[in-house]
Every structure is written in C-alpha cells, then in structure tokens.
C-alpha cells in the first residue's frame, strides 16, 4: 500500500511538472514567433527594411544578391548586439558598405530593429 502511495505521489509530481512546463513553453514560443513574424513583415516591406533587395533568405521571393545571403545567422553572430549594431549601423563596420545604416538614419525605430534582429536569427 504504502510503496504504491508513494509511486502515485511520485507520479504526480511528475505530472506536475510536465505540467507547468508545457504550460509555460507554448506561451514563450508564441511571443517570440509573433516577435519573429512581425521583424519578417518590416524587413520585406519595400518602404521599410526592404533586406530581400539585397539578401537573399529561405522562403525569399524575388531576392537580390548585394549582400551574402542570411543563413545560419546565430551562428555566425553568437553576439546578438552585434547583429543588431549591424542593422542598426552597417558603416560602422565597413564605411563603403551600400547597406543602409537604417537605425542611425532613423530609417527603422529601435522596436521595428529589435524585431528584425529576432527574425534574422530565426533564419
Ligand atoms: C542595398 C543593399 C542592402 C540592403 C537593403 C540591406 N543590406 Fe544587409 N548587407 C548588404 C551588404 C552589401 C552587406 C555586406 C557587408 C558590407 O557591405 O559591409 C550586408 C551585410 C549584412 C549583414 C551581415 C552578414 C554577415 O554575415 O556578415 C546582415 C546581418 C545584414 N546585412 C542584414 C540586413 C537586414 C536585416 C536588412 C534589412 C533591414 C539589410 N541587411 C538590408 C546590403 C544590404
């Protein structure tokens, strides 16, 4: 009795667990795939990022090749500031770039930014 006691305790501490977890996850999944969705949107809006005139991606129509493509850019930019100090200011880098510096020339606001930088690194 009391051996099957404790496995049912032992069980539902499990389940407990499981629990919270998955009830967790699925909510941080969701805010960062409306981030990533909404940073999708700016960077192919023409009047906005436009980044598919120049960068070509996964799922990209019609995309230009100026720039190297964006692929495996977690990887390639462990540090996220840096990735965002490259959107935010491309010339700092590199003063002959024809990338827009599109957070110094104020093309882009910092939230509009900050949601490409999440997009980015979901390609
Ligand atoms: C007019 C063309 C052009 C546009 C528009 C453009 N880029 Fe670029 N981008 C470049 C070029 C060219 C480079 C290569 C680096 C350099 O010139 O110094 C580059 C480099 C990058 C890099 C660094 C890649 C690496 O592996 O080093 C990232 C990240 C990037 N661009 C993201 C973006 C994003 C995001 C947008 C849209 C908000 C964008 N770019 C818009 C031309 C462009």
């Known amino acids: 009795m009391r051996k099957t006691a404790s496995l049912v305790a032992a069980a539902s501490a499990v389940a ?12 941080v999944a969701h805010a960062d795939q409306e981030l990533i969705a909404k940073g999708k949107k700016i960077a192919e809006n023409r009047k906005k990022g436009n980044c598919v005139a120049c960068h070509q ?10 720039g ?3 692929v495996a850019m977690k990887a390639r930019f ?16 590199n003063p002959a770039t024809v990338m827009p510096p599109f957070g110094k020339h104020e093309i882009l606001s910092e939230s509009e930014i900050d949601a490409i930088v999440e997009w980015v690194y979901s390609l």
């Open 57 to 66: 991606y996964q799922g990209a129509v019609s995309p230009g090749n100026i």
């Open 16 to 27: 407990m667990i499981l629990g919270t977890s998955s009830i967790v996850m699925p909510g």
């Open 68 to 70: 190297p493509p964006l």
């Open 78 to 93: 462990p540090d996220k500031a840096a990735l965002k100090a490259q959107i935010w200011d491309p010339t700092a880098k």
